[in-house]
């Protein structure tokens, strides 16, 4: 009985080594090293309230600079939104395909020689809906 004892014990401080090491414990710099930062949708939160931002601040570059607005859009919220797109395909796959269709008019607009009359509506409701589909993931949505 006492050998078997000794070996889970061995087997357990083994088994935490390598998790420590595997996780990046044990630095050798003498930092501890920060934890994974948690995610929104599978999205780190900082850049859901960019996403979010960035969409506001392109839906009022719009309405005078679509040059900005288009910049502000692909830098800030372009990606965000796909991620947030595939978290939700678990939760409300139509919820997903109002998003992106959202997200390809806007797109759409902000490509066109000249954009169309309704691209500051059309960004608005891509604000409205990336709002409704963070508050579907059960994540409180930024404002703008």
């Given at each position: 009985m006492r050998p078997r004892r000794s070996f889970t014990a061995l087997a357990a401080v083994a088994v935490g080594?390598?998790?420590?090491?595997?996780?990046?414990?044990?630095?050798?710099?003498?930092?501890?090293?920060s934890p994974p930062e948690s995610t929104v949708a599978g999205v780190p939160p900082r850049e859901v309230d960019e996403a979010v931002g960035?969409?506001?601040?392109?839906?009022?570059?719009?309405?005078?600079?679509?040059?900005?607005?288009?910049?502000t859009f692909y830098d800030r919220s372009h990606e965000p939104l796909h991620g947030?797109?595939?978290?939700?395909?678990?939760?409300?796959?139509?919820?997903?395909?109002?998003?992106?269709?959202?997200?390809?008019?806007?797109?759409?607009?902000?490509?066109?020689p000249t954009?169309?009359?309704?691209?500051?509506a059309d960004l608005d409701v891509l604000v409205q809906v990336t709002r409704a589909s963070l508050a579907r993931l059960?994540?409180?949505p930024p404002s703008c």
């Open positions: 080594l390598l998790a420590a090491t595997a996780c990046g414990g044990g630095g050798g710099d003498g930092e501890a090293e960035g969409l506001c601040e392109a839906r009022e570059e719009a309405e005078t600079d679509v040059k900005s607005a288009r910049a947030i797109a595939r978290a939700l395909e678990a939760v409300d796959r139509a919820m997903v395909a109002r998003l992106l269709q959202a997200k390809e008019k806007v797109e759409a607009g902000l490509a066109a954009p169309p009359a309704s691209l500051t059960s994540v409180a």
